[in-house]
């Protein structure tokens, strides 16, 4: 959707939201907006609003204002995840929804439906934050250097899906220019660095606490450092220093701390049945001290932002009714969609290893990789198989178990059907990953220098892998990015930094290109065409290249 069009939409419709922050969860009926009438704006309802733009349906839960057949679909983090997935080396999914084969397939053009989806999402977001920052820059200082970053954000997805997009800084009727990508980077930079002295102070903030569910520096210092690792793609010229600077900055003085588990011996919940790598991604995730290593988060309380395109997808997407059963869950959705690529598998165990297992169950296969993050499931029979050879059934690949509608301490969740688990967009262990890549490139080493690899042996302490080194090359620490930040929407952009997506490189995994086998597909589908909608609804835009 054009921002031109946005700006009309926008003041008739800001939408009926489930999104709570500062302080409590809420029911936010937000009131709309006229600029051609004399009406007050409630700056703390449109403020929410910003935020609710990522998780959010738009008039509720099934009902959205953007028709891709699915209103679960049409919500943006979804649309993120897919593309920033399903096009990868980890995940594929079953589905014949609109767009969603194509990216399997990497065979994706610019009549694309999630292709269209996400650029009008991403578009949506800025036009209300530039809505805000006309409307209520005066009303809080702090809540507006916060939807700087939130508009910062959006462009930053804008930036790494579609390179020279859309651009503007104000609400007007008329069209937007279209920004090249070293242009939107700098501008993203200076945007940030203008305005996050103005957010809260690096602080945890627990569900209960006041300011719960903000964004505070340290979430522009995560941005800044996903910036400048990539800064090579988006500009032609690498900044490794700047990318390690500010992935100092999120370990050292973000006041957050890699999650041990309540047992720190074992890395374990108090009741011994969880990791704290599973904790991390459970109902419970926004009070238990796996919030300590969250960096920014989209809250989500099944009662109150119910949506079918949050955490309820992440886990129901990867999730079928066999698979509730052995492990039984609180939400009644098992939905059977996203499952593992083998080449994923293979991070963790070799197939022949697998093979040779008795059961596919998800605790035996953690044990034989010798690693807690390996969670994994292909049933107690073996029913799932690997080859990934008919797309359109879930049994064929393994599921993961990595996201679990449950509590770590048993207790009660807030609803039978919308999940609690709060999304974490930006992990500490990002940062540790971060930095120890960057390191490495800026000082032109082979492998990571003492502190990046002491940033990695944590990451494998946590996940009781014994397998600790004294040294890691760029693909190692490549596979452990994988190991690590699987299925939570960053493995396109490494495969693109590290020159692995498109073009003439020998890296394949399973349907890459089209083929099971794997294959190439050309350079310029690194980032995505700009929607053949927008090109007839803006002149000033032109297509990317190779489209």
Known sequence: MNFRYISHILPGAVLVLSMGLSSCTGDLDV??????????VDAQKLFNKCYAEFVSEGYGPGESELDLGDAGLSVLYRLMWNANELTTDEAICGWDDKGIPE???????????????????????????????????????????????????????????????????????DDPI?????????????????????????????????????????????????????AEKYTGTAQWAKAKEYA?????????????????????????????????????????????????????EGSSTASYGGSLFLHAASWNGDMAGAYPQTTSEAWGGNRTR??????FISLTDLDALADWKTETIVAAAGDDRALFYGGA???????NDKLGEFTEGLATTKYSSQRSDGGATTDSK??????????????????????????????????????????????????????????????????????????????????????????????????????????YKNIFPIPSTELGANSNLKQNDGY
């Not at 974490?424 to 890549?437: G, N, T």
Request: charge should be negative; proline fraction near 2%.
């Open 418 to 523: 919308f999940t609690d688990n709060d999304i974490f967009l930006m992990r500490l262990p990002e940062a540790y990953l971060i930095f120890a890549e960057a390191e490495a490139r800026a000082d032109g080493v082979t492998g990571t220098k003492t502190a990046g690899t002491g940033y990695i042996n944590q990451l494998r302490a946590r996940a009781n892998n014994s397998n600790q080194k004294s040294s890691y090359t760029l693909d190692e620490i490549l596979d452990e990015r994988a190991r690590e930040l699987y299925f939570e929407g960053v493995r396109r952009t490494d495969l693109i930094r590290y020159g692995y997506f498109g073009g003439n490189t020998s890296y394949t995994w399973q349907w890459k290109g089209g083929t099971q086998a794997g294959g190439q597909f050309e350079a």
């Open 103 to 173: 990216f399997d397939y990497n065979t994706y053009t610019a009549t694309n439906d999630c292709i269209y989806g996400l650029y009008w999402r991403l578009c949506f977001g800025v036009s209300i934050c530039n809505q805000y920052i006309k409307e209520c820059a005066d009303y809080d200082a702090s809540m507006t250097a916060e939807v700087h970053f939130l508009r910062d954000l959006y462009y930053y997805y804008l930036l790494d899906n579609y390179g020279n997009p859309s651009f503007t800084e104000t609400v007007s009727a």
């Open 248 to 300: 100092a900055k999120v370990i050292n003085e973000s006041g957050r701390s890699l999650w041990l588990g309540d047992n720190t011996t074992t890395h374990k919940s108090a009741n011994g049945q969880w990791s704290a790598y599973q904790m991390l991604f459970m109902a419970d995730n926004d009070q238990s001290g796996a919030f300590n290593e969250s960096i920014f988060s989209f809250i989500q």
């Open 381 to 387: 029979d073996k029913s799932h198989k690997y080859t």
């Open 342 to 347: 083998k080449d994923l598998v293979e991070k």
């Open 178 to 230: 279209q920004i090249k990508s070293a242009d939107l980077f700098q501008w993203i930079v200076g945007d940030l660095e203008a305005n996050m002295g103005n957010m809260l102070s690096p602080s945890i903030r627990k569900k209960g606490q006041a300011n719960y569910g903000r964004a505070d520096q340290s979430a522009a210092w995560m941005l800044l450092a996903r910036l400048y690792l990539n």
């Open 31 to 40: 009131e709309p907006i006229d600029p051609r009438k004399n009406t007050t």
